[in-house]
């Protein structure tokens, strides 16, 4: 009766998340078939256990007491999501989340280890560790061709991550292109000057890989944390101290404030 309650409670968590479009805070949408996939699979099992649990009911038990301990730690185990997803409230990623993870810039290795311990991507997507070195060469100058003669680049939810990755992989090739993109507000402090920087929080397998993406803002004037705004400037190359090194630039011509997306996240596609 137990694997059937567990199982099934999978099932109920899967359609809720999906009802409720929650489930593309956890991993990618474009996945969202697997989702499917293991919801059907965890009713199936359920409807098995259940079957099973009406058939065995009026046997006697004979398990020993060591059995049943290792049985009730098997099932505590398989159970530890539900309890965690009905138990620990989610948060929806922020400013105030970069900061406690630790915001810096290690783009030489093209991803950093935050205070925590966990790994977190900045500025920058990075796909290459799921390429070879050649398949990744060839597949970010294929998608260069479609940006490399325009002198405008509109990036949305559709093509964020790939325009950021582009963007610092190939700087020369955007300085002096008009850009516009949305995003929330980040204001940093660092050896007694402030930044400010225009991020989003992208996914590109699921949330144990995802970052913050955006780019450094030349802007007079000054939002706070976690404002969402909408830019539109000229992509240029600014020297940022603090790391001494030059970073991608929006010069900004205009900028207004916007409401927040029902989805604040962005997604990598292949």
């Given amino acids: 009766m137990i694997r059937f309650l567990i199982l099934s ?14 489930l ?8 969202s078939y697997l989702a499917i996939l ?25 398990e020993s007491f060591k059995a049943k301990y290792k049985k009730a730690f098997s099932y505590l185990l398989l159970a530890t999501p539900l309890l965690i997803c009905l138990f620990i409230p989610y948060k929806s990623l922020d400013a105030s989340v970069v900061d406690s993870k630790g915001f810096t810039f290690p783009l030489d290795k093209e991803s950093g280890t935050s205070d925590d ?5 900045y500025l920058q997507p990075n796909t290459s560790s799921y390429f070879t070195k050649s398949d990744y060469d060839e597949l970010m100058k294929k998608t260069l061709a479609k940006y ?3 002198d405008e680049i509109k990036i949305d939810e559709k093509n964020y991550m790939e325009a950021m990755e582009l963007i610092y992989n190939f700087p020369s090739e955007f300085i002096g292109k008009k850009v516009s993109f949305t995003g929330f507000i980040y204001n ?32 007079k004037e000054e939002y706070e944390n976690n404002t969402w705004v909408h830019v539109e400037g000229t992509i240029e190359s600014k020297y940022f101290a603090p790391y001494k090194r030059n970073l991608p630039t929006v010069l900004v011509n205009k900028s207004e ?3 927040k997306p029902s989805n604040p996240y962005v997604y990598r596609t292949f």
């Fill in 38 to 62: 293991s919801m059907i699979l965890s009713f199936i099992l359920s409807l098995v256990q259940l079957i099973n649990w009406v058939k065995s009911n009026n046997k006697p038990d004979k």
């Fill in 24 to 31: 593309n805070q956890y991993i990618n949408v474009h996945y």
């Fill in 188 to 219: 940093n402090s660092l050896d007694g000057q402030k930044y400010q920087f225009l991020f989003r929080f992208g996914i590109i397998h699921c949330i144990a890989d995802s970052g913050v993406f955006g780019l450094m803002l030349d802007e």
């Fill in 117 to 121: 311990g966990t790994s977190i991507q």
């Fill in 9 to 22: 409670g999978y099932f109920e968590l899967m359609m809720y998340l999906m009802a409720t479009g929650k």
């Fill in 257 to 259: 404030k916007v409401n």
């Fill in 148 to 150: 490399k003669d325009s």
